[in-house]
């Protein structure tokens, strides 16, 4: 009898702790669910739906008049309209979106969900993280619900996110998902890093608003990493911090004033705390692959093997860190760089100078070495030199432009040109050294292709073909 009365207690006392435990996860469940919606709530009516017309209402008109068969239903959408979102960050008519959803538009309109819809009168972009600014054309004391910017910084690996659009043209869509990664790189997108999630992002999600269950922005939606072209699990969304840096930019400057340090870096590999004498306490850094000539990097003494620690007292492990810092300092200022050589640690003060042009010569030594630029090809190149040929590259002897970073993505890096490949003749013809960017604008088609001589580090040469169609 005793037995019998310990398992219907021991069994009663399971059902107790069971129903209990069962109350305790719907809680929590309730709890969750409460968070989302709040969120939500707090964002959704500041989400709008952007569309992006090629043509004008002037330009529509006039071309139903002449061919009436064009005239679109009511209803529908014209050709070559697109959609995307954006979300509202000022009650007087300011929105954030991506670059890529409004650059070629000639007409912008901007619907809430209360149905209100009104036209853009300016935007402004900045294609370096795809971002853009819109602001609205709104009849005096209008008011519009907006969101503000949270601290991305302060996000980790598995906290609950919000992703908010309108995919596919539907209204206004909410989806749940945690953050899966910090830091990812994206291509085409070079002068930030990514939030990555697998809250649901699809086409038309493009430009919206990554919330937090406080309900604030924590990221600006803007690419998915995808085979069919549809959601798989993998987003990304341009960190609120990067995003409200620019956006301030384009607000206050009409473009974006970023600093220049003038170096490429690379992360640490193993072995590189043994070779280069780094100390545990000193941390990890970045190491130095060449110092851009005429740079600040360079005037400071920085130098290929150096191992920078920190810039203005912020660590940096990750090349975007250091990006992120420099591009932020204030021009004309000294910034404090802490590096290591050789195994000891030194300080040194470095004068950041503005971001020169996207494309053409970066500097014009005398006498010395030349650095530059070319974002349509995806290149950046300095003068070859006997100091820099040789070593690893084992170029010595050569003449020409020495390719030093590959824009990922870009024309450059799909016809397979990589760092340290030596550039020594233009469609047959020698590189003429300090007229590169003229050379290949003047004697050469990207239509038909450009096609270079190269050296590969080692000595074989090889040559490479960029197209338009790259």
Not at 220 to 242: D, H, Q
Not at 267 to 279: E, S
Not at 286 to 312: K, R
């Amino acid at each position: 009898m005793k037995y019998g009365l310990c398992v219907f207690s021991a069994l009663l006392l399971f059902s107790v702790v069971a129903v209990a435990d069962d109350s305790a996860s719907l809680i929590r469940a309730t709890e969750l669910s409460a968070a989302f919606r709040q969120a939500a709530d707090k964002v959704v009516p500041a989400t709008v739906k952007i569309i992006s017309r090629l043509q004008t209402a002037e330009d529509r008109k006039a071309m139903e008049i002449a061919i009436p068969a064009l005239k679109t239903p009511p209803g529908r959408r014209n050709p070559g309209d697109t959609t995307g979102t954006g979300v509202i960050i000022d009650p007087k008519g300011i929105i954030v979106t991506n670059n890529h959803v409004v650059v070629n538009a000639r007409e912008i309109e901007v619907e809430l969900p209360d149905g209100r819809s009104f036209f853009a009168n300016k935007f402004r972009h900045d294609p370096a993280t795809d971002l853009a600014v819109i602001w609205l054309q709104l009849p005096s004391q209008t008011s519009l619900p907006f969101a503000s910017f949270g601290d991305s910084d302060k996000l980790d690996v598995g906290d609950w996110v919000l992703a908010i659009g309108n995919p596919f043209d539907m209204d206004t869509t909410v989806s749940a998902g945690i953050i899966s990664a910090k830091g990812r790189s994206v291509n085409k997108v070079r002068r930030t890093e990514f939030l990555q999630t697998d809250a649901a992002i699809n086409p038309g999600n493009s430009g919206g608003p990554l919330v937090n269950l406080q309900g604030e922005i924590i990221g600006i939606n803007t690419a998915i990493a995808s085979r069919s072209g549809t959601y798989e699990g993998i987003g990304f969304a341009l960190p609120s911090n990067n995003a409200q840096w620019v956006t301030n930019q384009l607000i206050q400057n009409d473009t974006v004033n970023r600093a220049w340090l003038g170096v490429e870096t690379r992360p640490m590999l193993p072995g590189d705390v043994q070779r280069f004498g780094l100390r545990p306490e000193w941390g990890t850094g970045l190491v130095v692959e060449y110092p851009l000539p005429n740079s600040p990097a360079a005037e400071s003494g920085l130098q290929a093997d150096d191992v920078i620690l920190s810039f203005n007292n912020q660590p940096v492990s990750a090349v975007y860190q250091l990006q992120r810092s420099t591009e932020r300092a204030e021009i004309g200022k000294e910034h404090e760089i802490i590096y290591v050589r050789e195994g000891r640690r030194y300080k040194v003060a470095v004068n950041v100078k503005p971001l020169p042009p996207s494309q053409g010569l970066l500097a014009t030594p005398q006498g010395g070495v030349a650095s530059y630029i070319d974002t349509e090809l995806g290149l950046l190149l300095v003068q070859s030199t006997e100091q820099i040929l040789g070593g690893q590259l084992k170029l010595q002897g050569k003449q020409g432009m020495l390719v030093i970073a590959v824009i990922s993505g870009s024309r450059a890096d799909r016809a397979g040109i990589n760092i340290g490949t030596l550039i020594t003749q233009i469609d047959g013809k020698p590189v003429p050294v300090r007229q590169l960017y003229t050379a290949v604008r003047s004697t050469c088609s990207l239509s038909d292709g450009i096609v270079f001589g190269t050296f590969l580090p080692g000595g074989d040469a090889q040559q490479f073909v960029i197209r338009l169609g790259q």
